[in-house]
């Protein structure tokens, strides 16, 4: 039962990481935005998921982590949870060391006159968003494969 609560729980959240990534590399490619209109949702956005989003990243993993373990028995469902969280991990990583510094300078901008850099930066910010789309979707797409796979086992 605990090994059950454990894989619904991480499925559940790292569902919310993926989703919430998707979503914005869905509805907020900021290519065409002007600059007051960028600075202002980006300020937004920070200030919304800035801290909310790295500790339900660092839950996901462990909880991958943890359902790893308890399949430890099962080299094929062991291995697809060890490779997702280390995908998640990258995504963390990601997030930590070049979207938040961006972040951070990003917050310090007046929307009316943002730096002159202010489109680099916003490239840049976006490359890197979608690289950690893209690791957390694959590891979601693991955990899920994983839990399947060890559902059929288990039938």
Same mark, same amino acid.
């Given at each position: 039962? +605990? ?9 559940? !959240?790292?569902?919310?990481?993926? #989703? ?8 907020? *490619? ?16 920070? #200030?919304?998921?800035?801290? +909310?989003m ?20 099962? @080299? ?21 060391f ?10 310090? %901008? ?9 489109? +680099?930066? @916003?490239?840049? %910010? %976006?490359? %890197?968003?979608? +690289? @950690? ?6 590891? !979601? ?8 796979? *060890?559902?059929?086992?288990a039938?």
């Open positions: 039962m +605990a090994k059950s609560i454990v894989a619904f729980c991480a499925l559940l !959240l790292t569902s919310f990481v993926a #989703g919430t990534a998707f979503g914005i590399w869905l509805g907020y *490619d900021p290519v065409d935005m002007p600059a007051t209109l960028y600075v202002a949702q980006q300020q937004h956005a920070i #200030g919304a998921l800035n801290t +909310a790295p500790v339900l990243g660092a839950i996901c993993i462990l909880l991958t982590l943890a359902c790893a373990v308890m399949n430890r028995r099962s @080299r094929a469902v062991f291995s697809l949870l060890l490779a997702a969280a280390a995908l998640l991990i990258a995504a963390g990583l990601i997030t930590r070049f979207n938040q510094p961006i972040n951070s300078q990003v917050s310090a %901008w007046n929307a009316q006159t943002p730096p002159s850099n202010w489109m +680099a930066l @916003r490239d840049e %910010w %976006w490359r %890197w968003h979608i +690289a @950690r789309t893209l690791a957390s979707i694959g590891g !979601l797409s693991l955990l899920i494969l994983a839990t399947l796979r *060890d559902r059929a086992g039938g």
